[in-house]
């Protein structure tokens, strides 16, 4: 993680210097009494693969701030108590999103195992396609920040194949396709856990924001 943030200039802070930031701050990644037999054992088998250093566990905060090594470097820690990362805005366990991301450096992925809650509920018994936009925008966003440092979206193309029963556990599988400039393109796919069933699939556009300008500054300006 303090590679890839350190080759797009993210932070000049160490990383313990980071962790012990992180560590103040609830990961939500970890198993909660909320999650599935399968939403264990998904992560469980991706746990395993993160042994020999192929994949990475994400941690995860209810603030987007704590993500950022040196946060303290943006100086918004006044805004900070008040906001939180949207699917992270339910303090019960089990009711909104669920969910835990591993990343894979070298293929340039970013896996999210999802389980969506009663409180995501659009059609009776299935998730919101809101939801799921938000869920498939967070991991290709996650995997377009650890690959190209500050991004936003731009665009999100999303094609709904078959709806996603709450309670169900589904795989968010997305890649890096390819880097022009300052453009970064993506696609995901959104399957059951045995991979039978495709839910949504997803091509995205997301613009690497000017380096030479702090987050903040960038988001003030607009
Ligand atoms: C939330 C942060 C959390 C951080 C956590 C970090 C790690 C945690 C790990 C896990 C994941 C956790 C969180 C997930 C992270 C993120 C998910 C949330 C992401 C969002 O929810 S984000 C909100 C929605 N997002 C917006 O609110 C953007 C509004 N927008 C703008 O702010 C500007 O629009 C901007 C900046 C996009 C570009 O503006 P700009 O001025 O910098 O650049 P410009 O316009 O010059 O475009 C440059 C070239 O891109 C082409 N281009 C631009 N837009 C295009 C389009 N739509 N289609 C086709 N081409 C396009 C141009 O045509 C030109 O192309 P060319 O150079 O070839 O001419």
């Known amino acids: 993680l303090l590679k890839t943030c350190s080759l797009h200039g993210i932070s000049t802070f160490s990383f313990q210097t980071w962790l012990s930031q992180a560590r103040q701050s609830k990961d939500y990644a970890l198993p909660n009494s909320s999650w599935s037999q399968g939403m264990m ?69 970013m896996v999210c195992l999802f389980q969506p809650g009663p409180y995501l509920e659009g059609h009776p018994g299935f998730a919101h396609g809101g939801s799921t936009a938000t869920i498939i925008d967070s991991t290709i966003g996650g995997c377009a920040i650890f690959v190209a440092g500050r991004v936003m979206t731009a665009n999100l193309s999303i094609n709904y194949r078959n709806p996603i029963p709450l ?6 599988d997305s890649k890096v396709d390819q880097v022009e400039g300052r453009k970064v ?4 796919q959104v399957r059951s856990i045995d991979g039978q069933t495709l839910h949504a699939e997803a091509t995205a556009l997301f613009i690497r ?11 003030s300006s607009q």
């Open 185 to 188: 393109f993506l696609s995901c």
């Open 41 to 109: 054992d998904l992560y469980s088998r991706f746990l395993e693969m993160c042994k020999d250093g192929t994949w990475k566990r994400i941690p995860s905060y209810s603030n987007s701030i704590d993500h950022i090594p040196g946060k303290a470097f943006w100086c918004v820690c006044k805004e900070r108590k008040e906001t939180r990362l949207f699917p992270r805005n339910m303090d019960t366990e089990g009711v909104g999103f669920e969910y835990a991301m591993f990343l894979n450096p070298s293929e340039k992925r």
């Open 209 to 219: 924001l000017d380096s030479t300008k702090s987050l903040q500054q960038q988001m």
């Open 167 to 172: 309670g169900s556990v589904v795989l968010v």
